[in-house]
């Protein structure tokens, strides 16, 4: 069973047209859950980090929240350059290592 | 300018030929780690290193050996390659516990 699954796949959406994107996690206890962007042919590109349910990050257009089981990354207003692979990531209390989700893809259309 | 460097950028190479791939960063960071990204199975963590000397195991260690003799250097290493290897590569480092990480820019191996 994936630690971390997020939804959809892909979206695409309008220019200006905001909607989320979903992280769920199924882990003991959450250290941390990151979220990156991720450009094609480039390494992924760090976004904001979340400890506690209840936290909020905002950057530009992206608002990152986080719950007991789940994150969203809200996206107010998209413009075609948000266009890219959305990764979310978690890491319990146990250890150090990262797990990743599969990622959303997601195309913002002029 | 802070950054993560990987080598080589691309490498194709038969099955069984011992090679390595080298990771560096110029950040001093503590935290460094190897991910392979593949279609449909997204990244996934392959080592890790809390410091020098430290190293430990991700989701998909199989066939893959580390090492961290300095703090700037993380090379990956692939004794006998199989081509179920053929991946995207990428190094990452931390100057927190694997939080707000930075990639580098990518290896494409091809083993055939």
């Known amino acids: 069973e994936d630690q971390v699954t997020q939804s959809p796949e892909a979206l695409r959406l309008q220019e200006g047209e905001s909607s989320s994107l979903n992280c769920s996690y199924t882990?003991?206890?959450?250290?941390?859950l990151f979220w990156y962007r991720q450009d094609p042919g480039k390494g992924p590109e760090f976004l904001f980090t979340l400890y506690s349910a209840g936290e909020e990050k905002e950057k530009e257009r992206l608002k990152a929240t986080l719950t007991k089981k789940e994150s969203f990354l809200h996206i107010t207003a998209p413009k075609p350059e948000d266009s890219a692979t959305y990764l979310c990531?978690?890491?319990?209390?146990?250890?150090?290592?990262?797990?990743f989700g599969k990622g959303t893809s997601l195309l913002v259309t002029p | 300018e802070a950054q993560v460097t990987q080598n080589p950028r691309y490498l194709i190479t038969v099955t069984g030929k011992k090679l390595t791939v080298t990771c560096s960063q110029n950040?001093?960071?503590?935290?460094m780690s190897w991910y392979r990204q593949d279609p449909g199975l997204g990244l996934r963590q392959i080592y890790y290193s809390m410091n020098v000397e430290v190293t430990d195991k991700g989701d998909v260690p199989e066939g893959y050996k580390v090492s961290r003799k300095e703090k700037r250097n993380f090379p990956l290493i692939l004794e006998s390659p199989s081509p179920n290897q053929t991946s995207l590569y990428f190094c990452a480092s931390s100057g927190d516990r694997g939080y707000e990480q930075y990639f580098g820019p990518g290896t494409r191996l091809t083993v055939t």
């Open positions: 950040m001093n960071h503590e935290y």
């Open positions: 882990v003991s206890g959450l250290r941390g």
């Open positions: 990531a978690v890491q319990e209390y146990s250890g150090y290592a990262l797990n």
